[in-house]
């Protein structure tokens, strides 16, 4: 049996985050307090201060010194 769509679909798109403590939801960084400190992210919710996210930027390698 094959299904008929109806109309558009209301799916959240892939870039939007969730809280998970209160379900508040929208695209980074559109409403959620983004703070950069040197190479560390921290996404907090706006509504309940829940940390959503918190990123470390990954250190380049050294490079190898040669005897």
């Known amino acids: 049996m094959?299904?008929?769509?109806s109309g558009p679909r209301s799916s959240p798109?892939?870039?939007v985050l969730f809280c998970?403590?209160?379900?508040?939801?929208?695209p980074v960084p559109e409403g959620w307090l983004v703070v950069s400190d040197?190479?560390?992210r921290t996404i907090?919710?706006?509504e309940c201060g829940?940390?959503?996210?918190?990123?470390?930027e990954r250190s380049a390698p050294s490079?190898?010194?040669?005897?």
């Open 20 to 26: 998970a403590e209160c379900s508040f939801q929208n």
């Open 13 to 15: 798109r892939k870039s």
């Open 38 to 40: 040197g190479d560390e």
């Open 2 to 5: 094959n299904a008929v769509a």
């Open 63 to 67: 490079p190898k010194r040669a005897d």
């Open 44 to 46: 907090v919710c706006p």
């Open 50 to 56: 829940h940390v959503a996210d918190h990123r470390t």
